[in-house]
């Protein structure tokens, strides 16, 4: 071998060493976490640095640093997690052959059936609904020492026997002391103990990217632990109107409904409630109620056995781009007020259909959904100050909050009668056909009712449909076609683009933008 051979060979297993050794601290870094230096300049060699002092040291000597584990975390939680096996003996009908629109399920049971089911609603019911004993399983967490313990309301909403199984084996009987299907939260009393262990709920609020860990009862495996983090917040899954929900991506499965999702403080951040799942098995999304949502639920429940929210009596809808645009506000933001209920605090308030709600108690609102979750958030009784914007104007209006009722899902939209002697007259360049509503039996005596919307048209294109009744065309009230017509001539020699409209559809009632035509 040539001294030339000889100096490349030793040239490439220096350079293979030195490779080696970068790669295995790299490795390191990421492995171990640590915040190191990849490089840095070095003033006394001319050169660069590529590694930081602890892990060459590490490489040096052979050993890599171990990730941290949960496991001592793991040990001082798990003990509060309990699994929850419920009863029933009722007659009750199969979910999946309910009928989606005949109002008799809640938001949340309709997500789940979307979604691939709750993971912890009863299991092997009788065959066709018959009467017989259905029995199912989820998860809960004990908050206080006495027996106190938090799981879901789909988990045990009906049941006639609760009981839970403890971290450590033993089996005791549970009551219910209150739900509310709203938040999908529930309170129940284990019976039995005094000196039970118990979690924290978490004050702070979860990060997206902090680390959380989901302990439960998937699929009647009690004390499975999973890892995961916090992927997203705020989310909105359509199961109700106070809809926070943290997503995490820790699996999640069915039996894991009402565990708990621990931060590394050892901490509850969130109540495991749903999953998205097409397979029926985690796919890496889950949703979990806030803690703070929970302990101020779990507050009045314990209290009273119900929870109580402040209602100010409108219907309410975000305010999207296009009807920013047309309504001349700056930004889409606010809850816009599509009718005041008659005698409801806000009315009482002089608070009128069109106004934009914009902040509460200084507090600002984002879209309708965050103001329906701040006003719920207060106690019936308690006064808060709106700040709205009438016409263009801001002005606060104070008012007292009245009770949320009971029931408040619309009905079913208003057909039009078929049958009645009159055909409509055409909206040009908008593709409908309307009629005064007291011409059309069952359609009130304010406002058009659309008699016919044709395919494809500007009116279609935005939602309206056959039976809708429009109240107002550009903030004026209309009775006719006629009105409907100047209103739109209005709007268009006033080189509007598009016009806001307000329609009631069954009891519910909101406001469209729809575009004008040109021509």
């Known amino acids: 071998m040539t001294d030339q051979q000889s100096n490349h060979s030793s040239h490439r297993e220096q350079t293979r060493s030195v490779f080696s050794a970068r790669k295995l601290a790299l490795m390191a870094s990421v492995v171990t976490g640590l915040s190191i230096a990849v ?44 699994s929850v096996k419920v009863t029933m003996k009722e007659k009750v009908s199969d979910a999946s052959s309910k009928n989606n629109d005949d109002g008799s399920d809640s938001p949340m049971e309709r997500f789940f059936r979307q979604f691939g089911g709750p993971d912890g609603m009863p299991q092997n019911p009788g065959r066709d609904g018959r009467h017989g004993e259905m029995m199912g399983q989820g998860s809960g967490f004990f908050i206080s020492s006495d027996g106190y313990a938090v799981t879901n309301n789909h988990v045990v909403d009906g049941a006639d026997k609760v009981e839970v199984t403890t971290d450590a084996g033993k089996t005791y009987t549970a009551k219910v002391i209150g739900t509310d299907p709203r938040t999908d939260v529930a309170l129940i009393k284990v019976e039995g103990g005094s000196d039970f262990p118990f979690a924290k709920l978490s004050e702070g609020k979860a990060r997206i ?4 860990l989901a302990v439960g009862n998937p699929f009647g495996l009690g004390g499975t632990v999973t890892a995961g983090i916090v992927s997203a917040s705020g989310r909105d899954i359509g199961s109700g109107p106070y809809d926070d929900f943290i997503q995490i991506d820790a699996p999640v499965n069915k039996g894991n409904s009402g565990g708990p999702a621990f931060n590394m403080q050892g901490e509850v951040v969130g109540v495991n409630t749903a999953i998205y799942s097409p397979s029926g098995g985690s796919v890496g999304i889950a949703f979990s109620i806030p803690a703070s949502t929970v302990k101020n639920v779990i507050a009045q429940l314990k209290d009273k056995g119900t929870v109580s929210r402040g209602w100010i009596g409108v219907q309410i809808q975000p305010v999207t781009q296009d009807i920013a645009d047309s309504m001349g506000l700056k930004q889409a933001e606010g809850a816009l007020v599509a009718d005041p209920q008659k005698d409801g605090p806000a009315a009482k308030a002089g608070v009128e259909a069109g ?21 719920g958030g207060f106690a019936p009784g ?6 709205v914007l009438h016409q263009g104007k801001g002005k606060v209006v104070s008012l007292t909050l009245g009770q949320l009722p009971n029931a408040q899902e619309a009905k079913a939209d208003i057909e039009a009668d078929g049958k009645g002697s009159t055909h409509g007259t055409d909206v040009p360049r908008l593709g409908l056909t309307v009629a005064p509503a007291g011409k059309v039996n069952g359609a009130g005596k304010e406002g058009v009712v659309i008699m016919k919307v044709e395919p494809k048209s500007a009116a ?4 309206l449909k056959k039976g809708d009744v429009i109240l107002e065309v550009a903030g004026k009230s209309v009775s006719n076609p006629g009105d409907v017509g100047e209103a739109l001539e209005t709007a268009r020699t006033d080189k509007k683009s598009s016009v806001l409209m307000r329609l009631r559809s069954g009891d519910a009632s909101h406001y469209v933008a729809v575009p004008l035509a040109n021509g």
Do not use: C
């Open 460 to 463: 279609a294109d935005r939602g």
């Open 209 to 212: 990217g902090d680390w959380v």
């Open 382 to 387: 308690n006064t808060a100050k709106l700040d």
């Open 39 to 82: 490089y840095g300049f070095s003033p006394s060699s001319g050169g660069f640095d590529l590694f930081g002092s602890p892990a060459h040291a590490e490489v040096s000597n052979g050993v890599a640093a171990q990730p941290a584990g949960f496991a001592d975390m793991v040990e001082r939680v798990k003990p509060s997690v309990i």
């Open 355 to 375: 106004d934009v709600i914009t902040a509460v108690n200084g507090q600002s609102v984002k879209d309708a959904r965050e103001l329906a979750r701040i006003i």
